[in-house]
């Protein structure tokens, strides 16, 4: 069974930090569907390099994101454009590659 496979309306909170990622280095689209009430996501620390522009679709209210303590160096496809509700995102602690291009980031 894989994550996307998981149909939980209920979960509000869903934390996998310290490198037990279950969907390994690059978080793919729909891995959270099957989850429309979460509100809270914890990654941190888990040595992702990439997320799928689509990784974050359904999950209208989540309000808070942790992404810090990875390997990202970009967010291509803007994923974090699938969270109107997002309050708090942190991201540091990622090799971001700066370049001219990046722009703002919420």
Not at 70 to 91: E, K
Request: hydrophobic share 45%; proline share 7%; net charge positive.
């Amino acid at each position: 069974m894989e994550m996307r496979d998981v149909q939980c309306p209920w979960i509000r909170n869903l934390g996998q930090g310290d490198e037990a990622c279950p969907w390994g280095k690059e978080m793919r689209g729909g891995v959270f569907r099957g989850l429309p009430s979460l509100d809270r996501l914890l990654l941190h620390a888990n040595r992702l390099v990439a997320v799928h522009r689509r990784a974050f679709r359904g999950l209208s209210r989540l309000t808070i994101l942790y992404l810090f303590n990875n390997s990202l160096a970009a967010l291509p496809g803007d994923p974090l454009a699938a969270l109107p509700a997002l309050q708090f995102l942190r991201l540091n602690a990622n090799p971001w590659a700066c370049t001219e291009r990046l722009g703002i980031i919420y």
